[in-house]
């Protein structure tokens, strides 16, 4: 049988390679591939390090290419005569099917093997995931395997090769079409579902992605195996004489039965999920381990309800099946515990309603044109979670993401589904928990310490610890020994720590009685749960709820299983004067979409440090662009790390401002800022601008002479100012960094580490600009490129790489260690006189001047690089890559909340591969390099062919002996 069949196989690729044939088919194939992959898709204008262009018109492609290598395989021999001879032989028609299958299989496998080059391109000059290349090339391969053998089957049925190839293709080409979007929209509820799990190249998009589906490998084996025997049938079929009437019943009753049970097992593993492979580097489409255990420790019963019409916008309907097989995804891994239900609301007056009233949510209008008309669909494209008493609503904007292409139409896709789902969950889940809840899930019970000086207590704090007492006895009766309270006296010479011991183990210092006494005092709250430490300073006139609210906070602080707080400040929008030339300027700062991205994980809420003291209840606080901070603002950040909070900083020499009249840009210097600040903890942020020829677009205004007259227009030209983090200037053993492809960091001063000051913490440089960096502190951001042709700006010093954004994890020794506090009398006393308080209303008790071992710090040298003005204007020069901005903030929050279980997920999502910075001359060497290789693998393949075929003893079909030996 194998000796039959490959002789067979042989036969039919000599005919091939034994003429022009071949090279014909093959040529067409890759010139086709090559010309789509670099012109039509304009793969170097689109910067992304992927394959996509390869394939996305490969199934269009295989159905002309199968269709002019099938059409002559049985209507050449039928026209010829050499059918008949085929058909006396001893042989199987099985075999002689399956030898013209291979011949044909034999010839596409070596024109998909000719574009190996391109991804061997894209990965030498980018990070490619060759997990959905690999996908890619079996989803072709499969693909090519059901046209082969649709080919077949056509042509054994007619002696015409032109009506073959016609016939072929139309064939091929309704699979395709079925699965389309355009035919699925137009259709509509459930028969499109139906028409998407026939058509060919809806099937091809799943493969292609890089996850290996069972249903859809089985589904390309069985279109495959139909025709195969209704190729073998039709040939038997020639043989039959009138009185095999049984015979014929027979063969068809079998090949009956063989093509309706293909036809149900496809019907039958329909419906089931989880029966696939992740090939991607990330597992990006398989549920995390993270989300797997969150929803394991789910109590109470868990909704996810999607909200979608099935009249909707074209371009969101091939959406709806990639959600509905993640929500069954969380379905599975919630056993029970979570229900997971696609719903139209328009198609139930009551679900709308309550859509509506309950959640808020209401449709969506979406514009929907064509050549003839334009229309507004108002359509539901939103997922609630909803969890007892907490609920969560995803709509259109935070689930889909769209990015124009060169070619004038739009990319439209989900985000990162399952990270967007995971942290609604966590968001309704952790906002549900309560303290006796998260009290009885501790493996050890926490202790919580009063470090009191009765003696020397002024009487005006004896309310305060009252409520101190009060509040610590009452959890502590209502944990069952899971919260330990106790007040200890460090003057008492029995008490297990001292005040020296207070002082080098937590850093707290005693606080004066008075101004002039000489006697001092404690009243300090310390928390330990675990190895984690957390300070409360609760206020000089703390009422029993606001200790009760510190105490809860810092508990909150030191477990997991609550939902974490981000306090964020950000710069007031008040105009400010230019120090040099006096004009006014406008400040552009806004932070909708950091607030957007950070809201989906967390809780928000804007802080004012202007009072001294951080709210207590923040896990993080993240200041953008501090400036204007007077000394209790300093101290009121100073004191937040000492407590061992978490600080993001993102900062600079200068901010970004419009001009008087609104037209351009300019920078102005960052006064009263956290430079100094910082300093004392060991980072050193400088006041200069930093330059790099490594860098990304901008939008300028450029003069150019046109025939002797002076035209101005608006040109995307490669701006040093904005810095272009390689992966290569990204830290990959930070979790911080570690998977982002690329960061662009605008008008960005450079960030050092004082390894004096951080010798005993952890640390790590985060993200450092190329070796071809240089500094200025000239602020003139237009570039002239008249004096300065190569890069618009003058150079200065050395180039090298410079550290731009940091990270440090330890013991911080508090910059008012040395510096008297914002709360301390500054009126000069005179005898007999009581000193003026320096303010009124609460005031922290004391100063801690040391850190413990949790607290974080993390600067970032650009304080604009995640603005709304800036991403937008990203989005629209360069796709996709301003998410990039929005994920390095957003995991440095991720990572000083230690909150790295969303930060796993999110790297595992559509972070963007992007290809190294290439000229125009290396893209059109690289384009032409893989022309060539093409043309020479091809002539190598042609001509080696010839001269094997030269040296063999030729296939004769003569007497059936030859065949067998």
Avoid at 3 to 11: A, E, F, P
Avoid at 202 to 216: A, C, H, P, W, Y
Avoid at 352 to 358: G, P, S, Y
Avoid at 573 to 596: C, M
């Amino acid at each position: 049988m194998k000796r039959q069949i490959l002789s067979i196989t042989r036969k039919e690729l000599g005919s091939y390679f034994g003429s022009p044939l071949a090279l014909i088919f093959l040529g067409t194939f890759l010139a086709a591939v090559l010309f789509i992959f670099f012109t039509v898709n304009t793969f170097f204008a689109r910067g992304i390090a992927d394959v996509r262009p390869l394939f996305q018109w490969m199934p269009i492609l295989l159905i002309f290419l199968l269709a002019a290598l099938t059409m002559r395989q049985w209507s050449e021999e039928q026209r010829s005569g050499t059918q008949e001879l085929l058909l006396t032989l001893p042989v199987n028609p099985l075999y002689l099917v399956l030898g013209k299958f291979l011949a044909v299989m034999t010839i596409i496998a070596l024109a998909l093997l000719l574009t190996l080059p391109l991804p061997i391109t894209v990965g030498l000059i980018g990070n490619l995931d060759w997990g959905p290349v690999l996908g890619g090339y079996l989803a072709a391969l499969l693909m090519a395997g059901a046209y082969a053998a649709i080919g077949l089957f056509v042509s054994s049925r007619t002696d015409n090769q032109i009506v073959a190839l016609i016939v072929t293709v139309l064939l091929g080409g309704l699979f395709y079409v079925v699965g389309t979007r355009g035919v699925t929209n137009f259709v509509g509820g459930g028969i499109s579902q139906i028409l998407w799990a026939i058509g060919t190249g809806s099937r091809f998009e799943s493969i292609e992605r890089g996850v290996i589906d069972l249903r859809d490998l089985v589904y390309y084996l069985s279109l495959t195996g139909v025709f195969l025997t209704l190729n073998t049938v039709s040939l038997d079929a020639v043989r039959w004489s009138q009185q095999q009437r049984a015979y014929r019943r027979r063969v068809w009753l079998t090949a009956g039965l063989l093509i309706l049970n293909l036809i149900l097992l496809n019907v039958w593993l329909f419906p089931l999920q989880g029966l696939r492979l992740d090939l991607t580097a990330q597992q990006e489409y398989s549920l995390s381990q993270t989300t797997k255990d969150l929803i394991d420790n789910v109590q109470e019963p868990l909704l996810i309800r999607a909200y979608i019409s099935d009249k909707t916008h074209p371009l969101l309907a091939p959406l709806t099946p990639r959600i509905r097989d993640m929500l069954r995804e969380y379905e599975i891994a919630g056993s029970g515990r979570l229900a997971a239900e696609v719903v139209d609301p328009l198609q139930d007056p009551e679900v709308e309603a309550e859509a509506n009233q309950v959640y808020g949510i209401r449709p969506t209008p979406f514009q929907v044109s064509d050549r003839y008309e334009a229309s507004v669909i108002n359509s539901y494209f939103d997922i609630l979670i909803r969890y007892g008493d907490q609920n969560v609503v995803l709509n259109f904007q935070d689930l889909v993401e769209a990015q124009a292409q060169p070619d004038g139409t739009v990319d439209v896709r989900l985000r990162n589904l399952e990270y967007d789902l995971t942290s609604g969950i966590k968001k309704v889940v952790y906002g549900f928990q309560s303290i006796d809840a998260v009290l009885a899930a501790l493996a050890e019970p926490v202790r919580l310490t009063l470090y009191v000086t009765p003696d020397t207590l002024p009487a005006s704090l004896a309310t305060t610890q009252e409520s101190i007492v009060t509040v610590a006895g009452e959890i502590q009766d209502s944990s069952n020994g899971k919260f330990l309270f106790q007040v200890v006296n460090p003057d008492d010479p029995n008490a297990p720590v001292t005040r020296q011991a207070l002082q080098e183990t937590y850093g707290l210092q005693p606080i004066p009685v008075s101004f002039f006494s000489a006697d001092s005092f404690y009243q300090h709250l310390v928390l330990e749960n675990g190895d984690q430490v957390q300070i409360i300073a609760p206020s000089s006139d703390a009422t029993e709820g606001d200790v009760r609210i510190a105490i809860e906070s810092a508990l909150k602080q030191t477990s997991s299983g609550f939902l974490k707080v981000i306090g964020l400040w950000t710069p007031p929008d008040t105009p400010v004067s230019d120090p040099i030339l006096g004009n006014t300027l406008q400040p552009i700062a806004s932070y909708d979409l950091l607030r957007q991205q950070l809201s989906q994980a967390y809780t928000v809420r804007d802080v004012d440090l202007s009072t001294g003291q951080a709210p207590g209840d923040i896990d993080v606080l993240l200041l953008m662009s501090p400036q204007g901070f007077d000394e209790k603002a300093l101290f009121a950040v100073d004191q937040y790390l000492m407590r061992g909070g978490s600080v993001v900083v993102v900062t600079g020499g200068y901010s970004v401002m419009f001009d008087q009249f609104g037209q351009q840009l300019a920078l102005n210097p960052i006064t009263q800022g956290v430079q100094e600040l910082l300093a004392s903890y060991g980072v050193n942020v400088s006041s200069s601008l930093l330059l790099d020829a490594q860098n990304a677009p901008f939008p300028v205004s450029v003069v150019r002479d046109v025939g002797g007259f002076q035209v101005q227009e608006i040109q995307a030209i490669d701006y040093p100012f904005f810095v272009d983090v390689r992966s290569d200037g990204l830290n990959s053993d930070s979790p911080i960094a570690a998977n982002l492809p690329a960061l662009t960091l605008s008008w960005a001063s450079p960030v050092e580490l004082d390894e004096t000051l951080n010798a005993n913490r952890q640390t790590a440089v985060l993200a450092q600009s190329s070796a071809n960096a240089w500094l200025t502190a000239n602020t003139n951001i237009q570039p002239d490129f008249a004096l300065y042709p190569q890069t618009g700006f003058p150079t200065s010093g050395e180039p090298q790489s410079y550290p731009l954004a940091v990270s440090v994890q330890g013991i911080f020794q508090s910059y008012f260690t040395d510096r008297p506090s914002p709360f301390q009398p500054t009126a000069e006393s005179v005898e007999g006189a009581e000193p003026t308080p320096a303010a009124a209303g609460p005031q922290p008790l004391g100063t801690i001047t040391l850190s413990p071992e949790s607290a974080r710090l993390v600067v970032i040298g650009s304080p604009s690089f995640v603005d709304d003005f800036l991403l937008n204007l990203s989005a629209s020069l360069s796709g996709e890559r301003y998410l990039n901005s929005l994920q390095f903030l957003q995991n440095s929050v991720d990572w000083s909340a230690e909150d790295l279980d969303l930060l796993s997920i999110r790297s595992r999502g559509t972070a963007t591969r992007l290809l190294d910075p290439l000229s125009e001359q290396q893209q059109s060497t690289w384009e032409v390099a893989n022309y060539v290789v093409a043309l020479a693998a091809l002539i190598a393949i042609y001509y080696g062919w010839r001269v094997r075929s030269r040296r063999e003893q030729p296939i004769i079909l003569t007497p059936p002996a030859t065949l067998e030996g």
